[in-house]
């Protein structure tokens, strides 16, 4: 980062994560809190992954296109150890059910939230 002439700046408040979080079931079974803690990791898993693609893709820096795939590879990978998790300790329709709520309700929120420049979520 420095030989490239960056500095990371100070840490914020991720709006995006915060979002997911109050969607998090806060009573109920412990095993539903559990999925949605899962859940919430793989979704923030899978948009890492799309923004690391889509960063990959690009860029002309052969090195940086490199850098980003890989943590694309990554991030899926974190992603379906989610899903894999979620799918191990819980039954699979209701992994599935709950799963197509989390992406509505994300459709929700991104439609909250602005585009802004300094930041990748
Ligand atoms: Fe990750």
Same mark, same amino acid.
């Given at each position: 980062?420095?030989?490239?002439?960056?500095?990371?700046?100070?840490?914020?408040?991720?709006?995006?994560?915060?979002?997911? *979080?109050?969607?998090?079931?806060?009573?109920?079974?412990? %095993?539903?809190?559990?999925? %949605?803690?899962?859940?919430?990791?793989?979704?923030?898993?899978?948009?890492?992954?799309?923004?690391?693609?889509?960063?990959?893709?690009?860029?002309?820096?052969?090195?940086?296109?490199?850098?980003?795939?890989?943590?694309?590879?990554?991030?899926?990978?974190?992603?379906?150890?989610?899903?894999?998790?979620?799918?191990?300790?819980?039954?699979?329709?209701?992994?599935?059910?709950?799963?197509?709520?989390?992406?509505?309700?994300?459709? *929700?929120?991104?439609?909250?939230?602005?585009?802004?420049?300094?930041?990748?979520?």
């Amino acid at each position: 980062m420095e030989k490239r002439g960056g500095r990371l700046g100070k840490q914020r408040k991720d709006e995006y994560v915060n979002h997911l *979080l109050n969607f998090q079931q806060k009573g109920g079974h412990e %095993d539903l809190r559990f999925l %949605d803690r899962l859940l919430t990791m793989a979704m923030i898993e899978a948009r890492s992954c799309e923004r690391f693609k889509r960063l990959s893709e690009g860029l002309q820096d052969e090195y940086l296109r490199k850098f980003y795939r890989r943590f694309m590879e990554s991030e899926a990978g974190h992603y379906k150890l989610f899903i894999e998790l979620a799918e191990h300790y819980i039954d699979k329709e209701i992994v599935r059910k709950r799963w197509a709520e989390w992406l509505e309700a994300e459709t *929700l929120i991104m439609q909250q939230l602005s585009v802004r420049g300094d930041r990748i979520h």
